[in-house]
């Protein structure tokens, strides 16, 4: 389907409310210190949540990255387990945009311009994409797609083709809870050649328009890694 000048125009599934009755510690890149800056972990280091003042503890072991956690619950119900692949994203933004209190909640990334970038790399139920929408209004989703395009396994799953300005996509087995997205939405699909172009890159895909049929299809443009930081830096879209 060619793109038009409403893409995202079908109506949202619903589904009940995930309860969230005490969250795990989940790790965090900064922490606050005696003086209120933002510290990173370091052995033996001491530093309070920036969103809730409780302490946090540095876990700094040889294998996973070094990081903060809650000695008690996380208070933020909306944080997950962080990946490599979280942490690499956020990385390429300045060390004041990530992970900035709002409200109860911390941001990913909040650029200078005050829009929320969220990486989300597990399952997220339709409540909590309204909910998160609702609650940031000025934001974009990136969700994490390698293992449905670059890995071998995955091929299958999401195939695009060159429609000339855009490419079109058919997704064997969606994620139904992404139809419910309302904020500009990327499909993260990894390091690959681009199918015209050639350019080895980052590649995302921005959803132009998905359609709410399995296997689904729809419409987006790719966008290099590179081009996704310049422009949400700048807060255009």
Same mark, same amino acid.
């Given at each position: 389907?060619?793109?038009?000048?409403?893409?995202?125009?079908?109506?949202?599934?619903?589904?009940?409310?995930?309860?969230?009755?005490?969250?795990?510690?989940?790790?965090?890149?900064?922490?606050?210190?005696?003086?209120?800056?933002?510290?990173?972990?370091?052995?033996?280091?001491?530093?309070?949540?920036?969103?809730?003042?409780?302490?946090?503890?540095?876990?700094?072991?040889?294998?996973?990255?070094?990081?903060?956690?809650?000695?008690?619950?996380?208070?933020?119900?909306?944080?997950?387990?962080?990946?490599?692949?979280?942490?690499?994203?956020?990385?390429?933004?300045?060390?004041?945009?990530?992970?900035?209190?709002?409200?109860?909640?911390?941001?990913?990334?909040?650029?200078?311009?005050?829009?929320?970038?969220?990486?989300?790399?597990?399952?997220?139920?339709?409540?909590?994409?309204?909910?998160?929408?609702?609650?940031?209004?000025?934001?974009?989703?990136?969700?994490?797609?390698?293992?449905?395009?670059?890995?071998? =396994?995955? $091929? +299958?799953?999401? %195939?695009? !083709?060159?429609? *000339?300005?855009?490419?079109?996509?058919?997704?064997?087995?969606?994620?139904?809870?992404?139809?419910?997205?309302?904020?500009?939405?990327?499909?993260?699909?990894?390091?690959?050649?681009?199918?015209?172009?050639?350019?080895?890159?980052?590649?995302?895909?921005?959803?132009?328009?998905?359609?709410?049929?399995?296997?689904?299809?729809?419409?987006?443009?790719?966008? =290099?890694? $590179? +081009?996704?930081? %310049?422009? !949400?830096?700048? *807060?255009?879209?």
């Amino acid at each position: 389907e060619s793109p038009d000048e409403h893409p995202r125009t079908e109506a949202r599934p619903k589904s009940a409310r995930d309860t969230h009755l005490g969250c795990p510690s989940r790790r965090m890149m900064y922490g606050k210190n005696a003086a209120g800056d933002r510290v990173e972990a370091s052995p033996g280091a001491v530093a309070s949540c920036p969103s809730c003042s409780t302490e946090l503890r540095p876990k700094c072991g040889e294998i996973i990255t070094w990081h903060w956690a809650h000695v008690a619950n996380d208070c933020d119900p909306w944080s997950e387990p962080e990946t490599n692949w979280h942490r690499s994203w956020k990385a390429f933004f300045p060390p004041a945009t990530r992970e900035v209190v709002v409200g109860c909640h911390r941001a990913d990334v909040k650029t200078h311009s005050g829009q929320v970038i969220e990486f989300q790399h597990s399952n997220i139920s339709t409540a909590d994409i309204e909910e998160r929408e609702q609650f940031y209004r000025w934001m974009v989703w990136v969700f994490d797609a390698n293992s449905l395009y670059t890995n071998n =396994s995955g $091929r +299958d799953q999401l %195939l695009l !083709r060159d429609r *000339g300005d855009f490419f079109s996509f058919r997704w064997k087995h969606p994620r139904k809870t992404i139809w419910a997205c309302t904020a500009p939405t990327y499909l993260d699909l990894g390091l690959f050649s681009h199918p015209t172009t050639n350019v080895y890159d980052l590649w995302l895909l921005k959803i132009g328009k998905i359609h709410h049929d399995i296997p689904c299809g729809g419409w987006g443009v790719l966008v =290099s890694h $590179r +081009d996704f930081v %310049l422009t !949400r830096s700048g *807060g255009e879209d």
